[in-house]
């Protein structure tokens, strides 16, 4: 899988707009950009995922840039409970319960009252 | 569906020991997922396991570990001996082939004193 980039923390005022970096430049045509979180304490949690377009749910949006290099994870009006670590991870899309995740560090988001 | 169900969730343990962590997965899911979490080295697979069958263990530490799945619905993880550092928390998750998500569980923390 190719690795990713990830500032390691940043802080987003509450109802704000979060959004989250990853770069990921060496990534492959046939890998999709995952992201999960983890809040404390807790498992990981899967937020989204796209390949080449902008995905939306009732969770969050991923930009992706047109040359796949890069993608940016929103979270439109943050509250408290999204303070996680967010991270970004690519891979090969057999479908998320076909083989093993590798997290990096992640981004340790955490919204300000 | 209650969701991946782990136990113990919490473990306390002394050195040379015989740990075994357990793992129940959601119903109808045929991919079982060990992840090890720890300050240090962050979250890490273990192993993961389709349809029963292990497919990829290369991320267990070393021979001290080892992990089952008799059935659909149960696993285990199993140390012995135990030691100080295998203190972490464990995670277990499973997923589907063609869903792109997996669900991990509340984990189970360990401490090997």
């Known amino acids: 899988d190719a690795k990713t980039t990830q500032p390691p923390s940043m802080d987003c005022a509450e109802g704000r707009a979060a959004n989250l970096p990853c770069n990921h430049s060496t990534i492959s045509g046939n890998e999709y950009v995952y992201w999960y979180r983890q809040i404390h304490s807790q498992g990981p949690q899967y937020i989204i995922h796209?390949?080449?377009n902008n995905e939306t749910n009732e969770m969050a949006s991923l930009i992706i840039t047109e040359d796949r290099k890069s993608s940016t994870l929103i979270l439109p009006h943050a509250t408290l409970r999204d303070t996680a670590v967010y991270y970004c991870i690519v891979r090969v899309g057999l479908g998320g319960g076909a083989d093993g995740l590798t997290f990096g560090k992640g981004t340790h988001l955490i919204i300000q009252p | 569906d209650a969701g991946v169900i782990q136990s113990p969730r919490h473990e306390v343990t002394e050195m040379g020991q015989e740990v075994t962590l357990r793992c129940k997965p959601i119903?109808?899911?045929?991919?079982l997922f060990w992840y090890r979490q720890t300050m240090m080295r962050g979250l890490e697979l273990l192993i993961y396991?389709?349809?029963?069958?292990?497919?990829?263990d290369s991320g267990m530490p070393e021979d001290r570990f080892s992990a089952k799945m008799p059935n659909a619905s149960f696993s285990t993880l199993k140390i012995q001996p135990s030691e100080p550092r295998d203190s972490a928390v464990y995670f277990c998750?499973?997923?589907?082939?063609?869903?792109?998500?997996?669900?991990f569980g509340p984990g189970t923390r360990l401490l090997v004193l």
């Open positions: 396991f389709n349809n029963n069958v292990p497919i990829d």
């Open positions: 796209g390949l080449k």
């Open positions: 998750a499973s997923g589907n082939w063609g869903q792109e998500t997996q669900y």
């Open positions: 119903s109808g899911h045929n991919s």
